[in-house]
């Protein structure tokens, strides 16, 4: 018979193990939902795969533990089931919505040409971008303003005179 002390322990060994994995999804997940939903874009395109794999993979985590320590104390097909569940429930929720956002963070918006520079922060720029695939290329007008070496705002902008804050670049 199994000490009760013992079984406590082990459940909130296994309760800590599933919150950590849950607050490491939720992390995951707002991380892709504020570059794929946002003006805010990778522009370092391993950094974007990587993040994608981290909000796919991370949710594998948790139960894996939950399977490796439920082995070891011996209570393997009550913890293997409730990891195989947790990590389904998660894995499933994260692909349905970072799947076809990961397909679309392979394809980089590449800068064709600057149009504008800003006269007093001269990092932010009015460029023509485009992208493709072996279907077609789109493009678009941007202002983009730098966050960090592979971070930056974007923001769409028409093909209209900027104002008078904005310095045309010579071709």
């Not at 794929?36 to 949710?59: H, S």
């Not at 590449?110 to 971008?129: F, K």
Request: proline share 6%; charged share 20%.
């Amino acid at each position: 018979m199994s000490d009760p002390a013992n079984v406590s322990g082990e459940v909130s060994l296994a309760a800590r193990l599933a919150w950590l994995g849950g607050a490491l999804w939720v992390i995951a997940v707002k991380a892709v939902v504020v570059v794929t939903w946002t003006p805010v874009e990778i522009t370092f395109p391993r950094a974007r795969i990587w993040m994608y794999a981290v909000a796919l993979g991370l949710p594998c985590l948790p139960p894996v533990l939950v399977a490796v320590r439920s082995a070891l104390v011996g209570r393997w097909r009550r913890g293997l089931i409730a990891s195989v569940v947790l990590g389904l429930l998660l894995t499933g929720i994260t692909a349905s919505g970072a799947g076809s956002a990961a397909v679309e963070a392979t394809k980089r918006w590449e800068t064709v040409e600057v149009l504008y520079r800003h006269r007093s922060d001269t990092d932010r720029t009015i460029e023509r971008q485009q992208r493709g695939d072996g279907s077609g290329w789109e493009g678009r007008t941007v202002q983009t303003r730098p966050i960090t070496s592979f971070l930056s705002y974007t923001e769409s902008v028409g093909d209209d005179d900027p104002g008078p804050a904005w310095v045309p670049v010579p071709r």
